[in-house]
């Protein structure tokens, strides 16, 4: 990684499989090193966003469901057997679930993000890019450093690292971490803090350099961590509006509150489940490297098993709708909740030849399996996760009782090859292909209603006889064609097409619980709703299309200009969505979706001592085709709204700022002969953004810029840093929306304004704090 920010030529990544200068790449990619990613205060994967301006998260009420966005797309999904459009990778291994990545950053070396499809190279979970973490190598000579962070609102960060020689062909490397954040909202009820988080990081690598042309390197990591997020705080509702429908009752704004005041800031809540998600995840990769002749032969195995317990409060309130509360008959006591568990295992092996560097024709080619099997047991029930009493729904809506637990299997072989040949002295062409094999398959019981789908395995049926498949293979062809010229040895311009590939998906959720029957005329009418959606999977695969064009320059050996201009056509997009009203969720297939902008990069050395580093976005990401979208809760026919559905066409893609910003810099100061101080700047900003797919408009997040300052005194072996996160104050939402179990009617009891009852999560830096920061080596 490069000694100053200007100078990318010592900046190496890996998106072609092989460690290369990051300005020879015919493609756009942002990276920051270890000291970089520390100056930005990047210290937990949800920091990358305020980095990387391509980059956005979409946060839902735990962990599993979070969706991974880059250039506006990513895949949001309740199901087990949804692939991700972004592939996290770490140490050459893919993480199988997308809530892997959700956790702290703990002794990283460098980060980098591949934007645009990368198929052809990373597999079918990266329609949308690639975000590849490298962990922290041994050194060859012994030592040791320690880390201590405190802030101003209750968060503390503490890590410590060994390593050096076991003998000289023999180096290790052990890290641990640990972390306590309370959160930033405040549960009146249970008196607890929420949307925060805890836990520990272990890991441990050890090299062996066998002999001169063979190096094998063993890596384990053990993490833990407890998650209370995220629940959300009421921002507005409308004078009158009554809580739930549920037994007839309809409860008064001054119960559900419990002394609460709506309003812009408000960041109270009153609920009788605190948020959770519990996840443990334990680790193991082996990666030999054997060169011979500029040739190097690679082997990397990985093995992960992660499980995550997840509960939530249904209602989010501490309304009681037993006995002692609206004594709804049947109901027990206390209120409704959801959730249980995930178990994922995977392993994936990949073996891969690359040629020298230097060689006119380059290539890379490799074989690749992975299989995954995950589980989920899940319940909507009562606080316990039990059923509601003698009830079959659960409050404050006429929600069903569920109680299911689903199986699947993914198993995905490939055939993949990339290589770079050099037409001319300044002229190349670059060409890869991917060929890959997917076999998935199912089984979900239903624990309430007694009914399995996928029992016996490959079943052919549902329970009522309709026509099901729960056992399905996909080949697919996905690939690339790039162009780069070199009018000088600074200067390089490409242009490219890439062809990605996601596999098809089953919608592995409560609606398959849902044993009302069909009543609308068609060939489903009076078939059990649960047995309609196991009919009509799996949902399709998902493709893209994209063309790129860009260039990248070192202009007077002291500034970076690089610039990429690309359109993306996304083909069968998986998306989930949610229609409020009726509470089911919904993976969907969007026909079509496209998105398509600019992503730019300026670092430069303005002084011996100050460096600057700036990237931006335009993103213009938005649904071509979605006529029969679900209508956002409250949503009528003047607002777009026919017979439950609407039309998304040219509506924008949730979560995606059409602008985008970051800008990092640092000035250098020599104090003493062995000390020196360091100042720096950050500042995020991006555009507003809808939140909501279906385009809520109480979903909107307004314009916002972060700004943060510091100071870091150090020398060789100590430091002292302290930093103002969000300077200004700025407060923002990293989700925003109305709240559907409330009686909110179009226009009241008369012609009127729409009534409301909005809820929204504050990001994590969406107030000032303060964190000073202690780092010993030695």
């Not at 190598?137 to 962070?149: I, V």
């Not at 990339?418 to 991917?434: E, H, M, P, Q, Y």
């Not at 704090?769 to 780092?775: D, I, S």
């Amino acid at each position: 990684m490069p000694a100053t920010a200007a100078d990318p030529a010592d900046i190496l990544v890996t998106a072609n499989k092989r460690p290369e200068r990051k300005q020879d790449v015919p493609m756009s990619v942002w990276a920051l090193s270890a000291q970089q990613l520390e100056r930005a205060q990047v210290r937990d994967f949800d920091d990358l966003v305020r980095a990387e301006p391509s980059l956005t998260i979409t946060k839902t009420t735990q962990p599993g469901n979070n969706s991974i966005n880059i250039r506006g797309v990513g895949t949001y999904a309740f199901s087990i057997a949804t692939r991700s459009s972004v592939s996290v990778i770490v140490d050459d291994v893919p993480q199988a679930f997308q809530a892997q990545a959700f956790r702290e950053l703990a002794d990283v070396s460098a980060i980098e993000v591949l934007r645009g499809p990368q198929s052809t190279l990373f597999g079918t979970s990266a329609t949308a890019g690639v975000i590849a973490i490298t962990t922290a190598s041994p050194t060859t000579t012994l030592s040791a450093g320690s880390r201590l962070g405190l802030t101003t609102d209750a968060e503390w960060r503490a890590s410590a690292f060994v390593s050096g020689p076991l003998a000289p062909d023999l180096l290790f490397r052990i890290s641990v971490s640990g972390n306590d954040y309370r959160g930033n909202l405040y549960n009146v009820y249970t008196r607890h803090w929420v949307n925060g988080q805890s836990g520990v990081d272990g890991r441990a690598k050890l090299v062996w350099n066998a002999s001169d042309t063979l190096t094998i390197t063993a890596a384990a990591h053990h993490d833990r961590s407890h998650s209370s997020c995220c629940t959300a705080a009421f921002q507005a509702l409308s004078p009158g509006v009554r809580f739930g429908t549920f037994g007839g009752v309809r409860v008064p704004q001054s119960a559900i509150l419990n002394g609460i005041t709506p309003g812009a800031d408000n960041r109270r809540i009153s609920a009788d489940i605190d948020p959770q998600g519990d996840a443990t995840e334990n680790g193991a990769s082996l990666k030999a490297e054997w060169t011979r002749a500029g040739y190097t032969l690679t082997a990397i195995s990985g093995l992960a098993d992660y499980r995550l317990d997840d509960l939530q409060d249904t209602d989010g309130t501490a309304f009681d709708w037993g006995p002692d509360g609206a004594n709804v008959a049947g109901a027990i006591a206390g209120g409704s909740a959801n959730g249980g568990w995930f178990k994922v295992r995977a392993t994936t092996q990949e073996l891969r030849l690359t040629s020298p560097g230097t060689a006119r024709f380059r290539f890379v080619a490799g074989l690749f399996h992975g299989q995954t099997r995950a589980q989920r047991s899940f319940v909507r029930g009562s606080n316990s996760l039990g059923q509601y009493g003698s009830l079959t729904s659960v409050p404050p809506t006429t929600s069903a009782y569920s109680s299911y637990v689903a199986q699947a299997l993914d198993t995905n072989y490939a055939l993949f090859a990339n290589s770079t040949f050099d037409l001319a002295k300044r002229f190349a062409i670059v060409a890869g292909l991917r060929l890959n094999r997917d076999t998935i398959s199912y089984r979900l019981t239903d624990r309430f209603a007694g009914v399995s789908y996928g029992v016996p395995g490959c079943s052919t049926a549902t329970p009522s006889g309709l026509r099901v498949s729960t056992c399905n293979t996909f080949d697919a062809l996905s690939g690339r064609l790039a162009l780069e010229y070199r009018p000088s040895p600074a200067v390089m311009i490409f242009a490219g097409y890439d062809r990605g590939y996601k596999g098809a998906a089953y919608d592995l959720t409560s609606t398959y619980t849902t044993r009302t029957l069909v009543t609308q005329p068609g060939p489903y009418k009076g078939y059990p709703i649960a047995d309609v959606v196991a009919a009509r999977q799996p949902v399709r695969p998902e493709t893209v299309d994209a063309l790129q064009f860009g260039w990248k320059s070192r202009i007077f050996d002291r500034l970076i200009w690089n610039v990429t201009l690309y359109t993306e056509t996304f083909h069968d997009f998986q998306a989930q969505s949610r229609d409020e009203l009726t509470r089911q969720n919904i993976l969907n297939s969007i026909a079509r979706v496209t998105t398509k902008g600019a992503e730019m990069e300026f670092a430069a050395d303005l002084a011996p001592a100050f460096t600057l580093q700036a990237w931006g976005t335009y993103n213009d990401a938005r649904i071509r085709i979605f006529p029969d979208a679900p209508c956002f809760s409250n949503q009528t026919a003047a607002l777009g709204c026919i017979a439950g559905q609407q039309d998304l066409a040219g509506k924008r893609l949730p979560n995606a700022p059409r602008w985008k910003f970051s800008l990092s810099a640092t000035h250098d100061e020599r104090i003493a002969d062995d000390l020196a101080l360091t100042l720096i700047a950050n500042w995020v900003w991006q555009s507003p953004i809808v939140e909501s797919l279906l385009q809520d408009p109480n979903s909107v997040q307004p314009a916002y810029g972060l700004l943060g300052l510091g100071i870091d005194l150090h020398n060789a072996r100590k430091s002292l840093r302290i930093y103002c996160s969000n300077l200004l104050d700025q407060s923002y939402a990293l989700n925003r929306g109305r709240d559907g179990n409330w009686n909110i009617n179009p226009y009241g009891a008369a012609a009127g304004p729409l009534s409301d009852a909005t809820k929204w999560t504050p990001g994590r830096d969406s107030s000032r704090y303060v964190r000073a920061e202690f780092a010993l080596r030695f």
